[in-house]
């Protein structure tokens, strides 16, 4: 009986290793996934930080001296004329999150926000899958501009003739807006006196 165990000892021997060779591989591959996520979830980061910073940077640059006339246009959600540019604070967070910014672009459909597009630095890194070593994820982030506030146009009487001449250079309100239950008169003269931007309208990342 001594000699049959030894036998069935060196068979199961050879069994024994491939089995333990099988599982490393799979621990191999499924740290090779681990680490293309890791990448690809990186990458989405930085689109995503990318897409609100051109966002929040081209809000944060309207003036509202620029598009007083145009106030009840863009507080119904219509992109403003002559829109601000953020893309160059893309270009700088995408870095700040170990990316590069491969385009940026307003979007088209009528909505004021941007579309921002990246690779990440590193590779996915060399693995037990072929090619990963030279490979870079990708991410597309789009964020938009939407106003916190309504607006409401002026429409007091015209003044009659005569009247109101020794204000004739004071610029009339072209309206109010409403921010939370609470009422802004628009003075021309002192637009410093409205809330911040960030205020009137928020960033978000959109679905698509």
């Not at 990316?99 to 979007?107: D, E, I």
């Not at 964020?143 to 015209?158: D, I, L, N, Y």
Request: aromatic fraction near 6%; proline fraction near 6%.
């Amino acid at each position: 009986m001594i000699p049959s165990a030894r036998k069935d000892t060196g068979q199961a021997t050879p069994l024994y290793m491939a089995a333990v060779v099988g599982l490393l591989f799979l621990v191999l591959v499924y740290l090779a996934f681990g680490q293309a996520d890791v990448t690809r979830n990186g990458a989405q980061t930085a689109a995503d930080a990318a897409a609100l910073a051109a966002a929040q940077e081209s809000r944060d640059e309207l003036d509202l001296a620029d598009v007083l006339d145009d106030l009840d246009l863009i507080f119904d959600g219509e992109v403003p004329a002559d829109t601000p540019d953020g893309c160059m604070r893309a270009v700088d967070f995408a870095a700040r999150n170990d990316a590069v910014a491969g385009g940026c672009v307003p979007l088209s459909d009528g909505r004021w926000g941007f579309t921002v597009d990246v690779e990440s630095r590193e590779s996915m890194g060399a693995s037990v899958i072929d090619g990963t070593e030279s490979k870079h994820a990708t991410a597309t982030a789009t964020a938009v501009v939407e106003p916190r506030c309504t607006f409401a146009p002026e429409e007091g009487e015209a003044p009659e003739p005569g009247e109101g001449e020794e204000d004739e250079e004071q610029k009339p309100s072209p309206g109010t807006l409403r921010c939370d239950s609470e009422d802004w008169v628009i003075d021309p003269e002192n637009l410093d006196l409205l809330p911040d931007m960030a205020d009137l309208f928020t960033v978000r990342l959109a679905e698509d």
